[in-house]
């Protein structure tokens, strides 16, 4: 049975594209996850996978810095969110590259490539490759936002990665939040109180001790026969009650 492991510093990364990998490659076993460069050198000494999936750009040591030291014991799959920047750089070399966030399509192409070398040894991350990578990760040297980008949802059997700025709102009950696109619902676990904390709060305003709406979705606030303050979303029937302590931020409006 073939072996990866996945390196990335974002735990939603690794999740979607473990689940992306099991659906595209069943018989792949991830043996281990590693959240920066040096925990994926680690393990590639402990479990000798067949191959490696790394983030080009993790804390402390790179994928790249990575690559470097893995050398011939494994074989690289650099996942990247900059197509426009790391294609040349990937087919130039003999490694492969996996774009965040993993699509299926993409992801079975890549693959069938990793099957085709299963009994290869791995390949050197060699000078041009890496110095094309190095000014890759000048490209992008900014650093990675603080606030959550992404959100993983579960649709049916499928797992969505949904961006925050396509999210009209989250509300919850007592056991989950509810995620609100124009043009679908999902359900997640994590309480509002905890995307409160991790979602921009310039984007993304809590109304209500349940609620988060985005500020670009409002498109008024109205009051009700009880005196209750309402916001009104573009686009949904929905009216998202605000509470009293929250009522100072529409002040302005």
């Not at 990866?4 to 595209?24: F, G, N, T």
Request: charged share 30%.
């Amino acid at each position: 049975m073939p072996t990866a492991i996945i390196a990335d510093d974002e735990r939603l990364m690794r999740d979607q594209l473990r689940m992306r990998l099991e659906q595209v490659w069943p018989e792949l076993d991830i043996v281990g996850e590693a959240k920066n460069g040096e925990e994926a050198v680690e393990l590639v000494g402990q479990c000798k996978p067949d191959f490696t999936f790394l983030d080009i750009r993790m804390p402390g040591k790179t994928g790249i810095e990575a690559a470097r030291e893995i050398g011939e014991r494994s074989q690289i799959v650099f996942v990247t969110a900059y197509d426009q920047y790391a294609v040349e750089a990937f087919e130039r070399g003999a490694v492969d590259y996996v774009l965040k966030p993993s699509e299926p399509e993409r992801l079975k192409v890549t693959v069938e490539r990793l099957k085709a070398r299963l009994d290869k040894p791995g390949v050197v991350v060699n000078d041009s490759v890496t110095a094309m990578l190095s000014q890759l990760a000048e490209k992008i040297a900014a650093p990675k936002p603080k606030h959550l980008q992404w959100i993983q949802a579960s649709i049916g059997q499928d797992l969505r990665m949904i961006p925050v700025e396509d999210i009209l709102f989250f509300r919850s009950d007592e056991k989950y939040t509810c995620v609100q696109t124009s043009t679908f619902e999902a359900l997640i676990r994590k309480p509002v109180r905890d995307l409160a904390d991790e979602l921009d709060p310039a984007l993304f305003w809590q109304i209500h001790r349940a609620t988060l709406v985005n500020v670009n979705a409002i498109e008024g606030v109205t009051r009700d026969i009880r005196g209750r303050h309402l916001v009104l979303v573009k686009g949904r029937p929905e009216k998202l009650e605000v509470s009293r302590s929250f009522l100072h931020l529409f002040k302005q409006m």
